[in-house]
């Protein structure tokens, strides 16, 4: 059966170091996946958006890698601030569809 | 600029009674429009989505149903609440562009069933 896994625990790490998130996928071939960010109480945040073909995408502080071979994608957020805790979720879907599948989502806290 | 209204922000509601949630969008047209309901510490359930007025696809058989009256308003409603439908219900609504089909949510509406 398709999956996406993204790690439940939450990270904890320290501002000013770089986060990094884990999306894991099994069973599908995306053309492309999205990453948001989701605070408390409040809907999803469109962040990114990566191409199969496409092996890194910038945007400011954050970069996303996506893997076809190991079926994954890792979220970086570089200098992170306490600003930037909150929960990301990454979300797949193929080309002929235009309905993204959600992951469950990782907790980011940074402290100060 | 596009937005997404969703309203009413909270609501409680006794079981068995009836529930209806509006989201309407502004700024463009022909969106592809979505509801999903997510349950404390649980991801994103889609429940219904929408191509076009009238045009509904369900993706899990529940008590809920969704309506398409207008190009921009989406609404989900039910005849009689269960406990189970508490949650957090989010509307949202993507481009048909075909550029990657990103989806913007809107505030969401937090609904407690007693």
């Known amino acids: 059966s398709q999956k996406i896994e993204q790690n439940s625990e939450a990270l904890n790490i320290q501002e000013g170091k770089t986060a990094t998130l884990t999306c894991n996928y099994t069973n599908y071939s995306p053309a492309y996946l999205q990453w948001y960010r989701q605070d408390p109480g409040r809907g999803p945040v469109f962040l990114l958006l990566i191409r199969e073909n496409e092996k890194e995408k910038r945007k400011e502080r954050l970069k996303v890698t996506f893997d076809t071979t190991l079926k994954q994608s890792l979220f970086h957020i570089t200098a992170s601030q306490p600003a930037d805790s909150a929960t990301y979720l990454c979300a797949l879907d193929t080309g002929g569809s235009y309905i993204p599948t959600f992951g469950r989502g990782t907790s980011l806290i940074v402290h100060p | 600029s596009q937005t997404i209204h969703q309203w009413p922000a909270t609501l409680v509601q006794p079981v068995g009674s009836p529930l209806s949630l509006e989201c309407t969008v502004e700024g463009t047209s022909n969106p592809n429009l979505y509801w999903y309901r997510q349950a404390a510490g649980r991801g994103l359930q889609l429940l219904f989505y929408?191509?076009?007025?009238?045009?509904i696809s369900s993706e899990v058989p529940q008590n809920l149903s969704a309506s398409r009256p207008q190009d921009r308003q989406f609404i989900l409603s039910s005849k009689k609440l269960l406990l189970s439908d508490s949650g957090f219900y989010l509307c949202?609504?993507?481009?048909?562009?075909?550029?990657?089909?990103?989806?913007?949510f809107g505030p969401g509406t937090r609904l407690t069933v007693l």
């Open positions: 929408s191509v076009g007025i009238g045009q």
């Open positions: 949202a609504w993507s481009p048909l562009s075909g550029a990657g089909y990103e989806q913007f």
